[in-house]
């Protein structure tokens, strides 16, 4: 994945220009990506995260899962990160004007979950190992380098929309203010 998403981000760079400390991350990633185990390998979905998610009206659980463009054979950490991915970021790091275009970006690293009727980062994480076959102790080992890779992820996703507004192609009304985002996910 890492290699892929290198090509996307050299052929965007031609239109949006590069993103600043992105190459170093870069050969990071690949250097600590060669020492993790290959053993547990599966197909994920690439872009696991709440707003993918049909949630069943009534009931607490997730009836469809959508977006399945991203989908790859990977490790599952990557789809746990991103599906984590809130729970990294301060609900003020993002700008405000943001904040309404994604869950992400409304982080709630700072926040009372319970006040939300949403599960602690710990108990996500034992959900996760109480229903996946990985060792949770092998799966946190590597956890920073897989947080590491869905910030990596989302920065060249956001430089995408970046390079679609200068072809002036971008079909979000929000691609001016996303498009923004790829330096602060670094």
Request: aromatic share 12%; hydrophobic share 40%; with cysteine.
């Amino acid at each position: 994945q890492i290699r892929t998403l290198t090509k996307v981000y050299h052929k965007q760079r031609e239109d949006a220009g590069p993103i600043v400390g992105l190459e170093k991350m870069i050969l990071e990633l690949e250097k600590i990506s060669s020492s993790l185990p290959k053993s547990f390998q599966c197909l994920i979905h690439g872009d696991y995260k709440l707003d993918n998610f049909i949630f069943h009206p009534t009931e607490p659980r997730v009836v469809a899962v959508l977006d399945w463009e991203l989908s790859t054979i990977g490790h599952p950490s990557a789809d746990l990160t991103s599906l984590l991915a809130a729970y990294f970021v301060r609900s003020d790091f993002f700008p405000k004007r943001l904040q309404h275009l994604n869950p992400t970006f409304n982080g709630f690293e700072d926040k009372c979950l319970a006040d939300f009727s949403l599960p602690s980062f710990d108990q996500m994480i034992q959900y996760y190992s109480d229903l996946s076959v990985e060792d949770p102790n092998e799966m946190l080992k590597n956890f920073s380098f897989f947080v590491s890779f869905m910030f990596f992820k989302n920065s060249i996703i956001t430089h995408g929309i970046a390079a679609r507004l200068k072809r002036r192609v971008a079909s979000s009304e929000h691609a001016e203010v996303v498009s923004r985002v790829s330096p602060l996910l670094l």
